[in-house]
């Protein structure tokens, strides 16, 4: 049997937070997309943890709260039709774990898509909102324009971030063809 974890990005970011996010944990989806991920972590912190989303795209927000709804897992769950560059604004409590998938949506406009500038300020963010031994899990997607401008300005941001604060591994497909997508991993040592 194939392994999942091997293959796909998002999966192995779960397999990597799995005793990480625990029930009663605060979370962040800071990219909802489809809700798979948000489904995914409201599952995990139960109904005593909360999980925060965010997207720009309207339809977005509404499938995701459908998703929700539909699996009786909304109540825990507070979806922000906001981009995720403006958490500070909706959070002040620090966090366990936050996912971002960058790129764009799959089935709605590609021209939507998350950016260097925006990602980058909501990065320097999260790092703040972290707990210690909290962890920040960003899947990059390269195949689309100006993914690997947002790529370097990521890597430029966390792989100067200073070691006594911050472990941060970078996994990536070496070899996969088009563009395979890239996990980096963040965690926070200190309060």
């Not at 999966?11 to 962040?28: A, F, H, R, S, Y």
């Not at 979806?79 to 936050?98: A, F, P, Q, R, T």
């Not at 960058?102 to 089935?107: A, D, I, R, T």
């Not at 899947?139 to 966390?158: M, R, S, T």
Request: net charge neutral; charged share 30%; glycine share 6%.
């Amino acid at each position: 049997m194939r392994s999942k974890y091997l293959t796909n990005v998002t999966d192995l970011t779960k397999l990597i937070n799995k005793d990480i996010i625990k029930e009663g944990c605060v979370v962040i989806d800071a990219t909802v997309g489809n809700g798979y991920d948000t489904q995914y972590l409201a599952e995990k912190v139960g109904n005593t943890g909360k999980v925060y989303g965010f997207d720009i795209q309207k339809e977005a927000i509404e499938n995701t709260k459908k998703r929700l709804e539909k699996e009786k897992l909304f109540n825990n769950v507070t979806l922000i039709l906001d981009g995720h560059e403006n958490m500070d604004k909706y959070i002040n409590e620090k966090v366990d774990s936050i996912f971002f998938n960058l790129g764009y949506l799959p089935k709605l406009d590609h021209n939507i898509k998350t950016k260097a500038d925006t990602t980058i300020a909501a990065l320097k963010k999260s790092l703040d909102l972290l707990k210690k031994n909290g962890i920040l899990s960003i899947c990059i997607y390269l195949g689309h324009d100006g993914g690997v401008e947002e790529k370097e300005a990521i890597e430029d941001l966390l792989f100067n971030l200073e070691q006594k604060n911050f472990d941060v591994l970078k996994c990536s497909f070496k070899n996969q063809k088009n563009n395979p997508p890239q996990l980096i991993l963040v965690e926070k040592k200190v309060d």
